[in-house]
């Protein structure tokens, strides 16, 4: 289950990567902007300052986020997103930090770009961090023998989850699409105890968290807290780097 509050204890950082996709997208007087995995709505209202006359829907298939999101004002809807198609007045479609979790998305983008109508803007940020420290440690303990059979197949790998820039401007253009890809590795400075296990505790571990219960969950918690800590130590001022890799693909339909 998601957390509100856990995912917007590091809201700032988060962000970031939310505004530099959407300062991409050339959009001017959209119809329809479509938030896909809009969460508690925090960046979501943001579009409303961007895109005052268009329709602003988000998407969020947890009922916690999407009653977050409400609260903020924005119409939200608990939904997969491997479930939503565009209607024919969407213009602007944006996904930040959630394609990841859908399998199959790579198909999805292409169906959409053949279902949204011409000139429609496609704007999608996903992590790219699989290969990082902090993924490579969830899944060296989620594939140990006391936890593997229950965790191992939830666990993201990079090859799975998502493609590196070059992957995603091949699909786009193939679809005929006009196509911006890149990506950035943001370095967080981060404060608090251990707090790349935190950071991961509201996104990368999220699965897990959902698969366990609040016992076993603290025993997995007690388990990775040091190889975080080691892997991320902190500086002497108390602070601590985390890397933070990003994705970006914004895309213009034929």
Not at 50 to 55: D, E, I, K, Q, T
Not at 161 to 178: F, I, Q, R, S
Not at 224 to 245: K, N, Q, S, V
Request: proline residues 8%; hydrophobic residues 45%; charged residues 25%.
């Amino acid at each position: 289950m998601w957390d509100p509050e856990k995912y917007l204890a590091f809201g700032d950082d988060r962000a970031r990567p939310f505004f530099d996709l959407v300062a991409r997208v050339g959009a001017e007087s959209p119809r329809a902007v479509v938030d896909l995995g809009c969460g508690p709505g925090n960046l979501t209202e943001t579009l409303a300052l961007r895109w005052p006359r268009a329709v602003l829907t988000g998407f969020d298939s947890s009922p916690d986020m999407v009653e977050a999101a409400r609260a903020r004002g924005v119409a939200a809807h608990v939904r997969g997103i491997e479930s939503w198609q565009p209607d024919d007045d969407t213009d602007v479609v944006i996904s930040n930090a959630a394609l990841q979790w859908v399998p199959g998305h790579v198909d999805m983008l292409r169906e959409w770009v053949r279902r949204l109508p011409s000139g429609a803007w496609l704007a999608v940020q996903v992590p790219g961090n699989f290969g990082a420290p902090s993924h490579r440690i969830i899944r060296d303990l989620a594939c140990e023998p006391h936890w593997r059979e229950r965790l191992e197949a939830i666990v993201l790998r990079e090859g799975d989850a998502v493609l590196d820039p070059a992957g995603y401007a091949d699909v786009m253009a193939d679809a005929g699409c006009e196509v911006d890809a890149w990506e950035t590795t943001y370095q967080q400075r981060l404060k608090g105890h251990n707090p790349a296990l935190e950071w991961v505790t509201g996104t990368a571990l999220r699965p897990i968290r959902a698969a366990l219960s609040d016992g076993e969950w603290a025993d997995f918690r007690s388990a990775i807290a040091p190889r975080m800590l080691e892997a991320y130590p902190p500086r002497r001022d108390g602070t601590t780097w985390f890397p933070f890799r990003r994705i970006f693909l914004v895309a213009r339909t034929p």
